[in-house]
């Protein structure tokens, strides 16, 4: 019912800030709480931030609260990560999530899934 493609992923200096972006198709976007969860090699998925369906209400992992901002623009159908402060860990594969329709931060309980995008943070 949903198809995801983030954007926005590259190479950033320690310090240094970047925007991810998640575009969902449909006309039920709305509808679906969405997460960002990332994935470094040889490691498991982890939850990283989550926006309710219309705004109200976010969650963001410990490793990354203060410095990740998560956003969305139902207008848009987009959904949006703020990374500043980077830091070398936060290297990793970053996916978007949609799950209809409360937010949670368990990666199963997500319904549809990204393709993702590579982040690398330079020391």
């Known amino acids: 019912q949903v198809q995801l493609v983030e954007s926005g992923g590259g190479l950033v200096q320690a310090g240094g800030s970047l925007r991810l972006s998640c575009v969902g198709s449909?006309?039920?976007?709305?509808?679906?709480?969405m997460g960002w969860f990332r994935q470094a090699p040889g490691k498991e998925r982890e939850f990283v931030a989550a926006?309710?369906?219309?705004?109200?209400?976010?969650r963001y992992a410990d490793s990354v609260k203060g410095r990740f901002t998560i956003s969305r623009d139902n207008a848009k159908n987009t959904v949006y990560l703020q990374m500043s402060s980077a830091k070398p860990e936060d290297t990793a594969v970053y996916y978007c999530?949609?799950?209809?329709?409360?937010?949670?931060?368990?990666?199963?309980?997500?319904?549809?899934w990204g393709q993702g995008t590579q982040v690398t943070v330079s020391s």
């Open positions: 999530a949609a799950k209809f329709t409360a937010l949670t931060h368990i990666p199963l309980e997500y319904d549809y």
């Open positions: 449909g006309r039920t976007f709305g509808m679906y709480a």
């Open positions: 926006v309710s369906r219309s705004a109200g209400n976010t």
